[in-house]
């Protein structure tokens, strides 16, 4: 018996579209934390994929086996690509917790990550979680099912996502990531820099004081200072740099 008599056409446009659905949602920040039960991924994914079924097009069942493996698996990378692209920006954050945490003097403090079920650092796992609600909140991710929607407009099922440009645009986004992180902990890098530079001229003006012994206290206070203060405006950069990520990409 033959795959197109086992598998009626709808099944199969809905097999393929949640491919590359089920996929996004998979790596998809806020749906991809291990706290998350995966009943309610494939939920959700199933129901945005039966949205989908009726105004995709997706090309008529093959009788081959292979033929119907190639076209999920090109399903696939697509929605990886969007997927990641999603997960780099967000990477951001908690590389700029990091630097933070260096900078304040507790870098060596963590927290159970609830988004990855291992520890990590204290500000890297603040700021992540407060991005992902910042997302939610504010609607943007609105965008990346956008996003979604416009792939099948540019890669229609059964057409192979041009693997050396996507890899090119996953490595500026990842690269840029770098970048974008710095500047939001721009302003803890400069009370750092400034601390340091003060406690260092102390310990040479008072050789016999363990000054950076009675100094670290006061560093933290400063530190968590500063972040309470800027970390309104750090979400409305890392907002903005989410949003143009999707605007526009396809």
Not at 23 to 34: K, R
Not at 130 to 137: E, H, L, P
Not at 183 to 193: D, F, K
Request: proline share 4%.
């Amino acid at each position: 018996m033959v795959l197109g008599e086992i598998l009626p056409q709808q099944s199969f446009a809905f097999m393929v579209i949640f491919a590359r659905v089920g996929t996004l949602i998979m790596l998809m920040p806020g749906f991809d934390q291990v706290f998350v039960p995966v009943r309610v991924r494939a939920a959700f994914a199933v129901l945005v994929s039966l949205v989908m079924v009726p105004v995709v097009t997706v090309p008529q069942i093959s009788d081959s086996g292979l033929e119907t493996f190639i076209i999920v698996a090109q399903e696939v990378l697509v929605g990886a690509f969007l997927g990641l692209m999603a997960k780099f920006v967000l990477s951001a954050l908690d590389t700029a917790g990091t630097i933070i945490g260096m900078q304040t003097g507790i870098a060596n403090a963590f927290i159970l990550n609830p988004g990855m079920a291992q520890q990590g650092a204290i500000f890297g796992v603040f700021l992540v979680m407060a991005g992902m609600v910042a997302i939610f909140a504010t609607d943007l991710h609105h965008h990346t099912f956008l996003a979604l929607a416009s792939s099948y407009n540019v890669f229609p099922p059964g057409t192979w996502l041009p693997l050396g440009d996507a890899i090119d645009h996953l490595g500026r986004i990842f690269s840029k990531s770098f970048g974008i992180a710095v500047q939001l902990a721009a302003p803890l890098i400069v009370l750092g820099i400034i601390f340091n530079v003060g406690v260092g001229i102390l310990s040479r003006l008072m050789p016999q004081v363990q000054i950076f012994f009675i100094t670290v206290s006061g560093q933290i206070i400063m530190g968590l200072f500063v972040l309470a203060m800027t970390t309104a405006a750090l979400m409305m950069v890392f907002l903005k740099v989410y949003q143009d990520t999707f605007v526009g990409v396809l």
